[in-house]
């Protein structure tokens, strides 16, 4: 579910836990070694980062009061956000040879954050 979807300070909550998850996982990999939790950097970057733009370009864009103009700026951001997921994850699989391991776990965990978050947020914001 994209991160607009919320108020502007659910929002803001959700992508704090996510990065939050993202540099936990990044310290747990480091037991394991340093280029573990640099890919476990990665990995969670990819979708933390690209929810953060997708963030700013919808609240950017969210002034229009003609028809149909809100559904612009969720598409660009759509278009957008899986564009740089896809670009970020081949930067760090491909050009910095991350171990894919750390990076699918800790994009995993960011994603799954994206989802239980707002959940836990509701509730013991209620």
């Known amino acids: ?21 993202v540099i936990l996982f990044s310290a747990a990999f480091c037991i394991n070694s340093q280029k573990w939790a640099i890919s476990a950097l990665f990995g969670g970057l990819s979708v933390c980062l690209p929810n953060a733009l997708f963030f700013l370009l919808t609240k950017w864009c969210r002034g229009g009061s003609q028809k149909g ?17 896809v670009v970020l994850l081949v930067v760090a ?7 894919p391991l750390p990076v699918c776990i800790a994009y995993l965990a960011a994603l799954v954050v994206q989802i239980v978050a707002p959940i836990v947020i509701n509730i013991f914001h209620n």
């Open 69 to 85: 103009y809100l559904a612009w700026p969720f598409f660009i951001g759509e278009i957008v956000k899986i564009a740089l997921t």
């Open 93 to 99: 699989l491909a050009v910095f040879k991350a171990e």
């Open 1 to 21: 579910m994209s991160v607009v979807l919320y108020d502007t300070l659910m929002a803001r909550r959700l992508l704090l836990v996510q990065f939050t998850v």
